[in-house]
Antibody, heavy 119, light 111 residues
Framework: QVTLRESGPALVKPTQTLTLTCTFS??????????VSWIRQPPGKALEWLAL???????YYSTSLKTRLTISKDTSKNQVVLTMTNMDPVDTATYYC???????????WGQGTMVTVSS | QSALTQPASVSGSPGQSITISCTGT?????????VSWYQQHPGKAPKLMIY???NRPSGVSNRFSGSKSGNTASLTISGLQAEDEADYYC???????????FGTGTKVTVL
């Protein structure tokens, strides 16, 4: 059974750096073709793709957020980490990690973690 | 990279069929057969309903079907049921530097 779970702070202050961790099971990111994406959804708004890391450690970012995002993986821990710098209230959203992205659909999603940016 | 365009809302009565459109460009929807559809109930994570334009994952009802013509993809729900009331999002691979793009989302209401 494939599962993903996001973890991280529920509240961050403006200008701070957000670090989110996606811990997964049921698959390995060292398997050829496998990838994990981060996606966010502001309250009442649409989904927005943020970043992807694949089995070969290739990384892809949303053009509009590229300068603020870093994605990395720890294959031994089955974890993918996303950092977002210079947080702003408009970054308030539920952040999801999901298996897939690129040419592949997002077939399994985590439950999401709500992050509020406020002083 | 702009979001794909979906109607804000679509409604239908139980048993009817409805279709949700998803319009992009030749750089995304029109250029590749990598369109997927997601169902999201309030407070829940999205669920994959259709991938690669018209394929259903195991366990998804055959009342859901997908198609594509030019730069527009479509999701059809036949035999509409109360449990189908949810938000629906399309997504596509894109040749722009942003790898994936989502649609603006459609709220489906069962009357």
């Amino acid at each position: 059974q494939v599962t993903l779970r996001e973890s991280g702070p529920a509240l961050v202050k403006p200008t701070q750096t957000l670090t989110l961790t996606c811990t997964f099971s049921g698959f390995s990111l060292s398997t050829s073709g496998m990838c994990v994406s981060w996606i966010r959804q502001p309250p009442g708004k649409a989904l927005e793709w943020l970043a992807l890391i694949d089995w070969d450690d290739d990384k892809y970012y949303s053009t509009s957020l590229k300068t603020r995002l870093t994605i990395s993986k720890d294959t031994s821990k089955n974890q993918v980490v996303l950092t977002m710098t210079n947080m702003d209230p408009v970054d308030t959203a539920t952040y999801y990690c999901a298996r897939g992205g690129g040419l592949d659909a997002f077939d399994i999603w985590g439950q999401g973690t709500m992050v509020t940016v406020s002083s | 990279q702009s979001a794909l365009t979906q109607p804000a809302s679509v409604s239908g009565s139980p048993g009817q069929s409805i279709t949700i459109s998803c319009t992009g460009t030749s750089s995304d929807v029109g250029g590749y057969n990598y369109v997927s559809w997601y169902q999201q109930h309030p407070g829940k994570a999205p669920k994959l309903m259709i991938y690669d334009v018209s394929n259903r994952p195991s366990g998804v009802s055959n009342r859901f079907s997908g198609s594509k013509s030019g730069n527009t993809a479509s999701l059809t729900i036949s035999g509409l049921q109360a449990e189908d009331e949810a938000d629906y999002y399309c997504s596509s691979y894109t040749s722009s530097s942003t790898l994936n793009v989502f649609g603006t989302g459609t709220k489906v209401t069962v009357l």
